[in-house]
């Protein structure tokens, strides 16, 4: 039996929405159902404006326009996280500043931002591993005391909450992805910006309508439109926006089979935590997961190489997670190391990703585990 | 009757195409459909490389990025374009020097791009107006003079020729649209970009996917994908490129249609020309058109202003073009001001795009014609 790392959810509502946009031959960005997936977003989780655009790397990219990142600002992100995260504000000329992670969620770790702070600094630029969100409230303290901008990826943490308040809602940019990979996607690729800035509201409609005002021609404000700012092509074809809004409705089936699949992961890999063996993600009271992911750390990298290789041969797929940016062929052209994040190497070399996708509740989750209870077992007796 | 400004051609094969997209589950870029439409670009117009992307926005972004584009490069560029023209190349920094256009095609004026170039100008960015193409050989051995980079924004000229070679074959760079609005389209939005020297292909590669080096793992020369330049997600949807394959395949029959309604135009107003009360783009032995557009220079704007009113009485809905560049606010933030581009202004004030897609051929062409033969008579008598 082939367990693959990831497949993406389908339903019959995926498919008929997508021809009925189809259809309408009005398929292109920001028509029928672009909006309603906009509004079942707004109704569903309070944000106060967002915008679906090509990817999750176009929304930052959007995002970083928004916030007028200039050549030199400075950017805090993790360097344990995915290159869309970076690129989104160095191709703007941004310079990176990657942080340390916390071993226990792998995101930011928020003690060690502060002394990476500098007069260039302008944004700080999280993000929610495997869709639990980053410690997002002591962030925004930081970047309030410092005045700076926060955007937080949240690539894989759509329907996850912090603190009771839906992930997106709290910093003042989040960028979510809506790719084949994730809990829900947009036709294979999409992506959505939610903008917490009211008066950013407006300039981020010209900005996705190629720096023109040609919302104000929609809303019968003015009669012709005209290049009133920067911009690209932030859109995002009523096509994919079609399928996104079936899966948005299916929302609730989806995280229900996507939690069975934590559960039974938890069922096996905590007595290993228990026991030291490895570590996985401890849950915390104040964060909601959305069921995005499931990650091991192995206490070494052998121990990992092993499960990796006996669980091919089983034909289950699963995945060594990012290489850190920072010792990346271009971090080091901006100037890093590899031991300048010791723990983010170290980490990076003992992790694993295991398979997950709403359908293994259906089928595969039972052989899953029983594959991974053995492979355990010959690794720690 | 209504007769819209445009309307897609959608055939039963695009139904067909996007539902078995849909239905592999494997619908983000680059997957089979992208690869077959790819084929289908390079097999017909022999181009070297071909990268799908979200946008023609988007692939003229990736052909700055390819091309090093820097803050305070200059770019010359016709004022009478799109937003997207310029867009492309100073949300990266450089500089837009405008161009007038030669008022037989409202393409750039090839005669006026030498005294624009300085020291710092780094890029040629054309465009061929209507689907005709600019005089890309003279714009090249120009470039070559000056040893600048020409990337074509052929947004509106797929499928058409200069001197018999395909437009995008002649430049470094050529971006396409695949728009609702243009001849062919991938399921609303989305663009291609084709890059005409072999040294920049495999950073192409990298750029598109995030700036990792993802393709040499699918193409088995690595086993973990990094860092390694800048980049974005410039990957079409495969389910947009399932939608333009179906277009491709209907290339023919799009075409044909098409032609019908530039020769009705032809019937219709080439007696106006030649009497003098307006102006039209008359054909050229080495360009071929792809019967994307007609537009119409009316003798004064007030004409224009009868013309477009009576006809939108009959509910045909013209189209004003652009308001040119320069002395649009983003303009003038670069200091321009109206009178600098004359021609431009001129034309811009007395021109109008008629209504034009495939299904007037079987539908709404005789209606048009009938409605606008009237009005003609009734301003020139």
Redesign the interface.
């Known amino acids: 039996m082939r367990i693959p790392f990831n ?2 959810y ?1 339903s019959a509502k ?2 008929q929405y ?2 009925e ?3 309408s ?5 920001n ?1 029928a159902f672009g909006q309603k997936a906009i509004s079942f977003m707004k109704d569903k989780y309070g944000f106060q404006e967002v915008f679906l655009t ?5 929304a930052m ?1 959007m995002g970083a ?1 928004l916030s007028d990142i200039k ?1 030199g600002d400075e950017v805090i992100l993790p360097s344990y996280t ?3 995260t ?3 504000v ?4 941004a310079i990176p500043v990657f942080c340390e992670i916390d071993p226990k969620s792998l995101n930011i770790d928020v003690s060690k931002i502060e002394e990476l702070i500098t007069p260039k600094t302008r944004m700080i630029l999280p993000i929610d591993y495997a869709g639990i969100s980053c410690e997002i409230d002591e962030i925004m303290l930081i970047a309030k005391k410092h005045n700076l901008i926060v955007m937080q990826d949240s690539a894989q943490s759509y329907g996850g909450f912090y603190k009771n308040k839906p992930n997106g809602s709290i910093p003042h940019l989040t960028a979510f992805s809506f ?3 994730k809990n829900m996607n ?5 992506g959505g910006l939610v903008v917490n800035i009211p008066e950013w509201h407006q300039r981020g409609f010209f900005m996705q309508e ?3 005002d040609r919302r104000l021609v929609l809303d019968g404000v003015k009669s ?10 932030y ?6 926006a079609a ?1 996104l809004l079936a899966q948005f409705e299916n929302e609730d089936d989806i995280l229900e089979k996507r939690k069975k699949v934590t559960d039974a992961y938890y069922g096996l890999f905590q007595l290993h935590h228990d026991a030291g063996n490895l570590s996985i993600y401890q849950p915390q009271k104040h964060i909601s997961s959305n069921h995005h992911a499931f990650w091991v750390v192995f206490d070494n990298s052998s121990n990992r190489s092993v499960f990796m290789e006996k669980l091919r041969e089983y034909d289950i797929h699963v995945y ?1 997670g990012y ?1 850190p ?1 920072h010792s ?4 080091i052209k901006y100037g890093y190391k590899a031991e300048d994040l010791i723990l983010t190497e170290d980490i990076a070399s003992r992790v694993v990703r295991l398979p997950f996708y709403a359908g293994m509740a259906d089928e595969g989750l039972d052989y899953t585990i029983e594959k991974m209870t053995l492979v355990l077992n010959k690794i720690y007796g």
Not at 25 to 29: D, F, Q, T
Not at 90 to 93: A, C, D
Not at 186 to 190: H, V, Y
């Open positions: 497949k993406p389908i995926d498919e997508v021809l946009a189809l259809r031959a009005r398929h292109s960005g028509n090509p990817s999750c790397t176009a990219e326009l050549p995915f290159s869309s970076v690129n989104a160095i191709i703007f000329g790719h084949e990979t947009a036709g294979g690729e999409g190629k720096g023109t012709k439109y005209s290049w009133v700012d920067k911009g690209s092509s859109l995002l074809s009523d096509i994919l399928s060594i290489l940016l990346s062929p271009m971090g």
